[in-house]
C-alpha cells in the first residue's frame, strides 16, 4: 500500500505518517516499507482513473497535495503491521486491524485458489494414468479380436485333401 492511500484511511496527513516513520526508520527494514523509483511512479500513475462525476467505473482519488518530485513509500503486509506500531491513535489502530483482516482473507483466497491448482493437476495427473491404463485395455482387446479374427479364418478356410 502507498504512503498516501495509508495516511487516507488512518485520516493523518502523508507527511505525519511519513516523519512517524522517519522516526521509528529501525523497524521498517527494505523488506517492510521502500521507496517508489521515478519509472515505477508513473507507471502506476499512467493507470490510476481520474475521478468523473458521471462515471460509472471504479476509482481510485490519489490526493493532488503530493508534491510532483517526491515519489511516495510503498509499504507491504508487515510494513503495514508495523505501523500500528507508532500510530497510536484510535483510528489507527482500527484501521490497521481492519487491514490486517483484509490481508488474512486474500490471503485465503489465494490459498484457495492455489488448492484448486493442485486438485486440477491431481486430476490431470489421473486422467493421464487412466488415458495410458485405457489404452493399454484397449490394445489388448485388439490383439483379442485379432486373434480370434485369425482362429476364424483358420477355421472357414478351405479345406484341402480328402474327405471322410
Do not use: C
Request: charged share 30%.
Amino acid at each position: 500500500m502507498l504512503d498516501f492511500d495509508l495516511a487516507a484511511l488512518y485520516e493523518v496527513e502523508t507527511r505525519v505518517l511519513n516523519q512517524a516513520v522517519k522516526r521509528n526508520i529501525k523497524r521498517f527494514p527494505e523488506d517492510f516499507m521502500f521507496r517508489l523509483d521515478a519509472p515505477e511512479w508513473q507507471r502506476m500513475q499512467s493507470q490510476i482513473v481520474t475521478t468523473s462525476p458521471m462515471s460509472s467505473q471504479f476509482v481510485m482519488t490519489y490526493p493532488s497535495k503530493r508534491p510532483s518530485n517526491a515519489l511516495p513509500y510503498a509499504f507491504t503486509e508487515q510494513g503495514v503491521a508495523m505501523l500500528s506500531g507508532i500510530l497510536n491513535s484510535d483510528k489507527a489502530i482500527n484501521t490497521n486491524i481492519a487491514i490486517m483482516r483484509a490481508f488474512i482473507e486474500v490471503r485465503k483466497v489465494l490459498l484457495q485458489q492455489t488448492d484448486m491448482r493442485e486438485q486440477l493437476r491431481e486430476i490431470k495427473d489421473r486422467m493421464g494414468e487412466h488415458d495410458t491404463q485405457l489404452n493399454q485395455i484397449y490394445d489388448a482387446m485388439e490383439n483379442l479380436l485379432d486373434e480370434k479374427a485369425a482362429q476364424r479364418k483358420w477355421e472357414e478356410r478351405q479345406r484341402i485333401g480328402s474327405k471322410q
